[in-house]
């Protein structure tokens, strides 16, 4: 069936995609078509490999009609480079499509898409005209100051950028201007290295990545094609595998596929890392900082720039959030894009200043009409409108009104129809208007800014924490304030004065992987273990004896929280540990204890010096005699064991109703270490000896439990035990399958009064985090003290 459609209107189909996202139905596909149609399949049985095949031999049939087109059907010159290289790899598959796909995804570009992919535009012949004249224009220019890295800066350039660069030089001044060929020139062969290292591999940027490919520049014939979309899938992929704390964000496709169309592959991966890193910093990461503080800085340039503007739109904010988009994408999102490339030209010849100084002169051209604005949605169809009829050079002669404005100038009265625009005399005249804000100015005005949008963004941050966590929790909102600060604390102390590699390491695994489970405010602050330690050391309401066996149940406390083994302890893990201890009844608390003492938190490996307690030694088995006469005490002890009975199995119809999943039964080792543990909680207390006691009761109580338990078991057994070495052998397959359950140990402990004071005694965790406030800090004296001596 396949076979048959490649062979027709295969070629038609431009992607197939699972659509969960976009849709209610089960399972859906949605197939697009270059005749912009769509068709949605669902219900299908084996989707997901059915998708992976049908993608895989649509990307060979693209391959074969575009990359191994005839010769008759390429306009490229037979003398023309060509525009790819391939890397070695192996081809020892045996089918032909995926060795074909395989040399699609790792192909990379040596020429810039756009010498194989033309975009129509009217007045085709005039543009060829000024691109010529501007080609020797530069020539000229490059003949009197030098061309590369050698070249001055004139005046002159400031106006041979304001035209446009020619499509010829674009990338090459591009890569001057951003000081990116420096980069490509120490670091030859990484980019191929990374590409080789990234490709096949899935997480979350992977992921969002493949959603976003298709979406970037979609009119424009070179992402209308699979060599263009592999060969962003691959400069987006090698970054977010070159920086995981970025990884990949929205608006990054849109900015790499102009890179693309203007310089070679491995250039744009370099000139993505100048932006991203150097000349937009902060901008490309899931909280987009950089962008917020430049939204501030240019709300005060406003007021600063444009006083009568800012006096009739007192409220600023809705012209600041109209224009993030600009800032984001360097106005690619919302001018022509030919028109929209003149901007980037000057963006990388002068920095972020001219989005700025373009910004202020585009609301100065329509303050007018804005200072007339009654809501925000007209003020947005304001700008919408001028945007879109900003023109180039060469085709403002004849650009047209788009249909959505001639529709939106004639339905509403109150937004007049606004004349053509050139860009170069639009960027001229925001040069010359706003000439005199420099890049000092800036700088200074962000770093004022930075610290409140930080602290706006924190607090919307604990805000929304607490908010998803308090309807968990019977924590006051108060004191979960107060541990929230803790638990960020302990998260920048570790960062700052901490293992520095272990701390990134952290830093960097919490965003590497998919962890849908999870939500962005969750996933912002966790603990790994050593931070977490340090807290269980100041939170926890019960001494553990000595700092070993603190440690010891810190690192299993971690272990039982981490449930989705990532190494990392979320601030709503962490919160329902003390919600547990601080505020639920007693039945929580032992069952917490007892779930410590179990794997997964008590491990095989785990390695403790001693195993024994005063009542308690593992050279013996855990093993009650009770053949052992006791002539008075046997009628007493078969009442207290039937009473026990019926106390056990009310306990288990009453927690039936809450526990969906019963706890796995306790052997001895872990008895022994349940013990021990009871046995250090105690130390300091005003009823030590009383608690002592009572815990050895207890433990001889439950010891009798769980001998009676395994008696019954064996009884058949022992009875055919005629010789002492198989009654040896038996007895070790008794010690070994000795068990108690959470019921037995729980109703055991009920049983004496001062252990049920003990545990029922509320803790008081206001003063808890008040002395940890304290003593968070005076861990770390210490640390701070060789650093300052080194």
């Not at 005249?429 to 610290?451: N, P, S």
Request: net charge negative; aromatic share 8%; glycine share 4%.
């Amino acid at each position: 069936m396949w076979k048959e459609t490649s062979r027709g209107r295969g070629k038609d189909v431009l992607s197939i995609e699972k659509a969960e996202s976009t849709s209610p139905l089960p399972n859906p596909v949605i197939v697009s078509m270059r005749t912009k149609k769509a068709f949605q399949l669902i219900d299908l049985l084996e989707r997901d490999e059915l998708v992976e095949s049908m993608n895989s031999r649509l990307r060979a049939l693209q391959w074969k009609h575009s990359v191994f087109r005839n010769k008759k059907d390429s306009r490229r010159s037979v003398t023309s480079p060509t525009p790819y290289y391939t890397f070695y790899y192996d081809t020892g598959f045996s089918d032909e499509e995926k060795v074909e796909e395989q040399v699609l995804r790792n192909t990379v570009n040596s020429e810039a898409l756009m010498t194989a992919f033309h975009q129509s535009q009217p007045g085709n012949y005039e543009n060829k005209s000024m691109e010529l004249v501007k080609e020797r224009l530069w020539e000229d220019h490059f003949t009197e100051f030098g061309r590369g890295v050698h070249m001055f800066r004139t005046e002159k350039i400031q106006r041979l950028v304001a035209m446009g660069i020619p499509e010829s030089l674009r990338g090459e001044l591009w890569m001057t201007f951003s000081d990116a060929c420096s980069e490509l020139e120490s670091h030859q062969g990484y980019y191929a290295s990374l590409v080789q290292k990234s490709m096949g591999h899935s997480n979350l940027a992977t992921d969002e990545i493949e959603r976003d490919l298709h979406r970037s520049l979609p009119d424009h014939p070179a992402f209308q094609n699979p060599t263009g979309i592999a060969a962003l899938r691959r400069v987006l992929t090698a970054y977010a595998h070159r920086n995981p704390k970025i990884g990949y964000c929205q608006s990054m496709n849109i900015l790499t596929s102009v890179l693309l169309l203007y310089a070679k592959e491995e250039e744009a991966f370099w000139l993505l890392v100048a932006v991203c890193e150097r000349m937009l910093p902060d901008y490309f990461n899931r909280r987009v900082i950089g962008a917020q503080v430049d939204q501030s800085v240019f709300e005060e340039l406003i007021r600063e720039r444009l006083p009568e503007l800012a006096e009739q739109v007192p409220d600023l904010s809705t012209l600041s959030s109209v224009s993030l988009s600009w800032f984001l994408t360097l106005f690619l999102s919302v001018l022509p894009f030919q028109s929209a490339v003149c901007v980037v030209d000057c963006f990388f010849f002068q920095g972020i200043k001219v989005i700025f100084q373009l910004g202020l002169a585009v609301l100065d051209a329509n303050s007018a009409q804005l200072s007339a604005c009654t809501d925000d949605g007209q003020a947005l169809m304001i700008l919408t409108s001028f945007l879109e009829q900003v023109g180039n050079t060469e085709s403002a002669c004849v650009l047209s009104t788009p249909p959505a404005a001639e529709e939106n100038s004639c339905s509403d009265t109150d937004i007049p129809t606004t004349r053509h625009t050139n860009i170069t005399d639009l960027i001229n005249e925001a040069l010359g208007k706003f000439r005199d804000l420099t890049v000092q100015q800036i700088e200074r005005l962000r770093c004022l800014h930075r610290v409140r949008v930080l602290q706006a963004h924190e607090d919307t941050i604990k805000d929304n924490t607490l908010r998803l966590v308090s309807s968990d929790v019977s924590i006051s909102p108060e004191n979960l304030d107060d541990l929230f600060d803790l638990f960020k604390t302990e998260h920048f102390i570790t960062l700052y004065w901490g293992d520095s590699s272990s701390a990134a390491a952290a830093e960097a695994a919490a965003w590497q992987h998919t962890d849908s489970g999870h939500s962005f405010v969750e996933r912002l602050y966790r603990l790994d273990r050593p931070q977490f330690k340090s807290l269980f050391g100041l939170l926890a309401p019960w001494s553990s004896g000595s700092s070993q066996h603190t440690d010891i149940l810190a690192n299993r406390t971690f272990i039982l929280l981490d449930q989705d083994r990532d190494n990392l302890v979320t601030f709503k893990e962490f919160a329902s540990w003390l919600d547990t201890l601080y505020c639920e009844d007693l039945n929580e608390k032992i069952r917490l204890l007892y779930r410590l003492h179990i794997p997964p938190a008590l491990t095989e490996s785990e390695d403790e010096p001693s195993l024994t307690s005063p009542l308690l030694s593992t050279n013996r088995p855990l093993y009650v005699n009770k053949d052992t006469p006791v002539p008075d005490s046997r009628e007493e002890v078969k009442d207290y064991q039937e009473q026990l009975k019926q106390m056990l199995q009310d306990l288990v119809k009453e927690k039936e109703k809450d526990v969906d999943k019963p706890l796995p039964l306790m052997n001895q080792r872990e008895f022994i270490q349940f013990c021990k543990t009871l046995y250090s909680m105690f130390h300091g207390e005003p009823e030590e000896n009383d608690l002592f006691q009572a815990i050895a009761k207890v433990t001889s109580l439950v010891l009798q439990i769980g001998e009676a338990g395994h008696r019954e078991q064996t009884k058949a057994s022992e009875e055919k035990t005629a010789e002492p070495t198989q009654a040896s052998d038996g007895a070790l397959a008794a010690d070994d399958e000795w068990t108690v359950s959470y019921a037995q140990i729980l109703a055991s402990l009920l049983t004496e009064q001062a252990l049920v004071n003990f545990f029922e005694k509320p803790a008081d965790l206001l003063a808890k985090i008040a002395q940890a406030k304290q003593n968070q800090y005076q861990q770390r004296a210490g640390l701070l003290t060789l650093g300052g001596t080194r």
